[in-house]
């Protein structure tokens, strides 16, 4: 299965990567390093991703992300969103991104209601859960296996 991964340059997207790379997985990555500005070039980025394959939305985008997964679920592929904790408990030092993320996670149900094409898996992820890619690496795998799974939160004491 080859892996797609959205916001592969550092952090969590790179740390994935790696460990998907180890397990044998083919990555393909796209971030500014590699010359593709997600916020802007998500549509050449969709159109070269394969079916069937295991695809991880982990770029922000300046909350793209919506945007970005109303055209990824055309996929016939699994899709990993990288959510957020706030999208339930906004932030008040942020609240542009807990709207983005609010409104990514009202749509991401939405379709998961209407059981599109894609298995898709949401990750509604704390702060310090960002710096656990084994842990998330681990449930993505778990995932995997048991596709029948909606909604997985993840979140550190």
């Known amino acids: 299965m080859k892996v797609y991964i959205l916001g592969k340059s550092r952090g969590l997207g790179y740390e994935l990567s790696q460990l998907f790379e180890k397990d044998g997985y083919q990555v393909v990555g796209f971030d500014r390093s590699n010359g593709f500005d997600i916020e802007h070039s998500w549509p050449d980025i969709i159109s070269s991703i394969e079916d069937n394959s295991l695809i991880i939305l982990n770029a922000y985008a300046n909350g793209s992300q919506k945007q970005i997964l109303e055209?990824?679920?055309?996929?016939?592929?699994?899709?990993?969103?990288?959510?957020?904790?706030?999208?339930?408990?906004?932030?008040p030092s942020m609240p542009t991104y807990s709207n983005h993320k609010m409104e990514l996670d009202k749509y991401f149900?939405?379709?998961?209601?209407?059981?599109?094409?894609?298995?898709?898996?949401?990750?509604?992820?704390?702060?310090?859960?960002?710096?656990?890619?084994?842990?998330i690496y681990e449930s993505i795998k778990f995932w995997l296996l048991n596709t029948d799974i909606i909604e997985f939160s993840y979140r550190t004491k």
């Open 71 to 91: 055209n990824l679920v055309t996929k016939k592929s699994k899709i990993v969103v990288m959510g957020s904790i706030a999208s339930k408990y906004p932030d």
């Open 109 to 135: 149900m939405k379709v998961a209601i209407e059981k599109k094409e894609s298995d898709l898996l949401m990750l509604n992820l704390t702060g310090k859960s960002y710096q656990n890619s084994k842990l």
